[in-house]
């Protein structure tokens, strides 16, 4: 089993920054791969960002260029920093893993871009 806790969201201004973070607990070491989701009102849950095990990333074409997603092994986290914010980035962003047997979300937090 898998507990995923994200923090750091809030609210920002356009243009400005945040940096989301993932804390996995439980059987971690099964793994592979983890990733950032976010689901704006109305909308479908939609991909922002992975990170597999062996550190490639993939971002969502919206996103890349300002967010960039990192992982600190030691501490069983994923980051998501999230640079030049616009309001279409208003969403809740939710923290996934994948393990061969199961995937799991965490609760999500939420981002809101405005002025």
């Known amino acids: 089993q898998v507990q995923l806790v994200e923090s750091g969201g809030g609210l920002v201004q356009p243009g400005g920054s945040l940096r989301l973070s993932c804390a996995a607990s439980?059987?971690?070491?099964?793994?592979?791969?983890m990733g950032w989701y976010r689901q704006a009102p109305g909308k479908q849950r939609e991909l922002v960002a992975t990170?597999?095990?062996?550190?490639?990333?993939e971002y969502a074409d919206s996103v890349k260029g300002r967010f960039t997603i990192s992982r600190d092994n030691a501490k069983n986290t994923v980051y998501l920093q999230m640079n030049s914010l616009k309001p279409e980035d208003t969403a809740v962003y939710y923290c996934?893993?994948?393990?061969?047997?199961?995937?799991?979300w965490g609760q999500g937090t939420q981002v809101t871009v405005s002025s």
């Open positions: 439980g059987s971690i070491f099964s793994i592979i791969i």
């Open positions: 990170i597999t095990s062996g550190g490639s990333t």
């Open positions: 996934n893993a994948r393990r061969p047997i199961a995937t799991h």
